[in-house]
């Protein structure tokens, strides 16, 4: 039998990606375990696919420019994106490789007839680099939305808020491979101990801080002063932020979620870079320094004013790793993979040894795990979930890193007992449209929908109504989400507060991309009087 080689294995799962029945990282695992293939192939596949779907916009209207708006089959578009995106994005795939590999791709396929048109539409496109990169930059000055591949819709509702830098700027930042970060687990050890423990297990690392720069023993200093472009995607090294900046050391991806891991797989090598085209690269700042600050956070679960250290590593941004399910400090529960922007919500939560405490959307277990470890284990958690199998994530997690303080009950008998049964302290991570975090989720720029806001909003009240009722008298709720829309954020909770005036808004924060260089999120505190 005939092993599947990256591109096979990338177009047929695009091919069956069209029909909207799957997410795309479920269609590549399972073509993946169909198979043996290497981990550089591996990383190749997943760089076509996803590279693919995140700048489907500008791939299509480049393929317009070269065949004169000509439509074609879908298999044949498919085709057309795969050459031109490893002729225009991919730096380490020679010219010649692109083209003959896509060529024969096709003819293996069953597109004999079609092949010399797509080598004939590559080769015009090798001779003309120059000028097809010329075009690119000025269709991102004349129409950004597609010249960033993102829909029309999204683009003038976000520069409606923003203004026009600041929406490039997102948008910039939704086309980067997003960097990995490890929580400390304090349950079971610290910051020094984890990257002691790293240095031996030959991970490359910098520390997240939640107040100013700290050095960390055993942190890297990255000044390479090379370049690193944003671009597409899983499995390659690309641009990182640093303190306010959309780029800075390279990083390899791993998991694409913003937090959690049950079943981790590393996804290929450094195989791939992205091209000067079609966003141009930026020099890496040289005195990036061996901390990423996360001013947002202040102290760990203390609350504000308290008597706390100058500053407290939270974090580690991962820069090289072996794949991390093989890491002694991963399998004894160490690390959580996990973004810093959702730290911000359990901070807010604030909470204390002692404190009954409902994490109701708790899956996969980040925001669970996070509130157990600020509280020593010695909390009275309950996690649920609108989702019950999504419970076993909650499970699986709370196993690893040694949580011992939570009970998982579904979310049917949490509300069955709210007559008898209330918490100090409440915190709803609502489900959302997620564009805080859209770089992490490379088809959700495709998926999501504007009638989806109002929809994802009832659903959102209807969560902070039924908080209402099992919150006691003087506790703290805590609403987060990792969107950018003001209907899921503000609106929610303004909607909520104006029909409950025995609550009042205490803080709200919101995180953006191109602010704070971390994913988008919003947390309210909210106080019941």
């Known amino acids: 039998m005939r092993a599947q080689k990256p591109r096979e294995i990338a177009f047929r799962v695009l091919l069956e990606h069209r029909d909207g029945a799957h997410f795309l990282e479920y269609l590549l695992e399972r073509a993946f ?11 190749l596949a997943q760089e076509l696919a996803y590279g693919l779907v995140r700048w489907e916009k500008t791939l299509d209207w480049l393929i317009d420019q070269k065949t004169r708006e000509r439509p074609e089959k ?15 994005w991919l730096d380490r795939i020679p010219d010649h490789a692109a083209v003959h590999e896509t060529v024969e791709l096709a003819k293996h396929l069953g597109f004999k007839s079609q092949a010399g048109f797509i080598n004939a539409v590559l080769r015009g496109s090798l001779r003309d680099r120059e000028a097809t990169r010329q075009k690119l930059a000025e269709l991102r000055e004349r129409d950004p939305a597609k010249g960033l591949s993102h829909p029309d819709w999204l683009y003038q509702r976000w520069r409606e808020r923003w203004g026009e830098p600041d929406v490039r700027r997102l948008m910039e930042w939704n086309n980067q491979p997003p960097p990995t970060y490890a929580r400390v687990n304090t349950i079971k050890t610290d910051a020094a101990q984890l990257a002691a423990g790293w240095k031996r ?31 597409p995607l899983n499995g390659e090294r690309a641009g990182v932020m640093g303190e306010n900046t959309p780029n800075a050391p390279p990083v390899p991806q791993d998991l694409a ?9 590393e996804q290929g090598n450094d195989l791939t870079t992205s091209k000067t085209c079609p966003l141009p690269p930026q020099p890496r700042d040289v005195t990036t320094p061996k901390v990423l600050p996360l001013p947002f956070l202040k102290g760990e679960g203390r609350g504000e004013g308290s008597s706390q250290a100058e500053h407290f590593t939270v974090a580690f941004e991962l820069l090289d790793h072996p794949p991390l399910a093989t890491l002694r400090s991963f399998q004894d529960g160490w690390f959580y993979i996990q973004d810093p922007s959702t730290l911000l919500a359990v901070h807010e939560l604030d909470p204390q040894r002692g404190d009954t405490i409902l994490d109701m959307c708790s899956a996969p277990g980040g925001k669970t795990t996070y509130i157990a470890a600020l509280t020593g284990n010695e909390s009275k958690l309950v996690a649920t979930d609108l989702s019950p199998a999504r419970l076993d994530m909650v499970r699986e997690n709370c196993a690893r890193l040694g949580v011992t303080s939570v009970d998982i009950e579904p979310w049917s008998a949490v509300l069955s007992q709210a007559a008898t049964r209330q918490f100090d302290r409440i915190l709803i991570d609502a489900p959302c449209s997620n564009t805080g975090v859209m770089r992490r989720r490379v088809e959700l720029r495709w998926r999501v929908r504007p009638e989806e806001l109002q ?20 506790g703290v709720l805590v609403y987060s989400t990792c969107s950018l829309e003001p209907e899921e954020n503000t609106g929610a909770t303004q909607a909520f507060l104006a029909a409950h005036p025995n609550f009042k808004l205490d803080r709200e924060r919101t995180l953006l991309p191109f602010r704070d260089a971390v994913d988008g999120a919003y947390a309210a505190r909210i106080l019941r009087s």
């Open 257 to 265: 979620t913003p937090e959690g891991i049950c079943a981790p797989v």
């Open 201 to 231: 297990e030959g991970v490359q690392f910098r520390a997240c801080v939640g107040t100013s720069s700290l050095s960390i023993p055993g942190s890297v200093s990255t000044t390479d002063t090379s370049q690193s472009s944003p671009s």
């Open 33 to 43: 375990v169909k198979g043996s293939i290497s981990p550089a192939d591996r990383g």
């Open 455 to 474: 929809r994802l909003a009832t659903e959102q009240r209807d969560l902070l109504e039924h908080a209402s009722q099992l919150l006691k008298p003087g």
């Open 74 to 88: 879908p298999a044949l578009q498919i085709l057309l994106r795969l050459g031109l995106y490893q002729l225009f």
